[in-house]
Every structure is written in C-alpha cells, then in structure tokens.
Nanobody, 120 residues
Framework: QVQLVESGGGLVQPGGSLRLSCAAS????????MRWYRQATGKERELVAA????????NYADSVKGRFTISRDNAENTVYLQMNSLKPEDTAVYYC?????????????WGQGTQVTVSS
C-alpha cells in the first residue's frame, strides 16, 4: 500500500522557518522523483520544488527560490522541504508527491497534505 505522510506544518510568524517531512512507504522510493506542491485557498495547486530520484537535479518555483530547500534521504525514504524567511503568501496546504515515468506511462502518488500558516 502506497503511503506518503507529510508532517511539520503549523503556524509560524513571518520571517520564521519550518521544515516539512514526507515519509514514504509501499513503493521503491529511490526510483521516484519527489515533488512538493502547495495550494492556497481559492488558488490552483502550485509546484513548489522538485528533486530527481538521485537528488542530482533540483528545481524551484521562482516564488520560493533562495528561501526553500528540498532534499531527500533515500535510506530513510523521506523527502524534506526546509522553508526559511516565510511570508504570509506562503500560507497553503503543502503536499508531497512521488512521480515516475516509465515509457509512456506516468505514476504519481500523493500525500494528504499539511497546513502551513504564516501569520503574526
């Protein structure tokens, strides 16, 4: 059974930091690229950060570059999102996903999300 379980969300003041974790099970974690998305109320889901299966390539949305860092530990089947210098506009539900393309087939698994609220 595939499971992605996010944790680490919460309420933080502007300028603060949070570290999100996403623990994976039920599939071969090291074969999947991992992504963090977010969705604010009334807005579309946004891809925030992505890391390849080996960690050799990383990409960020322009809105978080220089503030967020994605990393993964394939031995622990976990992906992280370190979020620094948080802004009110970072408030959203954050989701992790596991993505893999095999030939013409795509596989993507999702977690249940964790709420991040940035407010004074």
């Amino acid at each position: 059974q595939v499971q992605l379980v996010e944790s680490g969300g919460g309420l933080v003041q502007p300028g603060g930091s949070l570290r999100l974790s996403c623990a994976a099970s039920g599939f071969t974690f090291s074969r999947y690229a991992m992504r963090w998305y977010r969705q604010a109320t009334g807005k579309e889901r946004e891809l925030v950060a992505a890391i390849t299966s080996t960690g050799s390539s990383i990409n960020y949305a322009d809105s978080v570059k220089g503030r967020f860092t994605i990393s993964r530990d394939n031995a622990e089947n976990t992906v992280y999102l370190q979020m620094n210098s948080l802004k009110p506009e970072d408030t959203a539900v954050y989701y992790c996903s596991a993505y893999r393309q095999v030939g013409f087939s795509e596989f993507e698994y999702w977690g249940q999300g964790t709420q991040v609220t940035v407010s004074s």
